[in-house]
């Protein structure tokens, strides 16, 4: 059975730096693009950032551009979302998905987590 279990979420404050961590059991996905959403309350899910399968590409949605970094380590099969100069507005649920077909940006992901809270104070 596949899953993905994220971590790392938390209480932080305005101007402050987390790592996630999405972990995949069961199966591995060097194979296939892997992203990051969030969903915050009363919103709709976001998206965040995703990389390649090589992890050599990244995209990310414009409010996360220069403060957030996606990266993979094939070796271990987790997803990481470095996350930099947090801003109240960023806080909300993470999740990470495996993209199963379509385009980064739009596309399908699947196998989603339970996702992380991500709480920023001001």
């Known amino acids: 059975q596949v899953h993905l279990v994220e971590s790392g979420g938390g209480l932080v404050q305005a101007g402050g730096s987390l790592r996630l961590s999405c972990a995949a059991s069961g199966r591995t996905f060097n194979s296939y693009a892997m992203g990051w959403f969030r969903q915050a309350p009363g919103k709709e899910r976001e998206f965040v950032g995703a990389?390649?399968?090589?992890?050599?590409?990244?995209w990310y949605g414009d409010s996360m551009k220069d403060r957030f970094t996606i990266s993979r380590d094939s070796i271990k099969n987790t997803l990481y979302l470095q996350m930099n100069s947090l801003k109240p507005e960023d806080t909300a649920v993470y999740s990470c998905?495996?993209?199963?077909?379509?385009?980064?940006?739009?596309?399908?992901?699947?196998?989603w987590g339970q996702g992380t809270q991500v709480t920023v104070s001001s």
């Open positions: 998905g495996v993209l199963v077909s379509g385009s980064v940006v739009g596309g399908t992901y699947d196998y």
């Open positions: 990389v390649d399968w090589s992890g050599g590409i990244t």
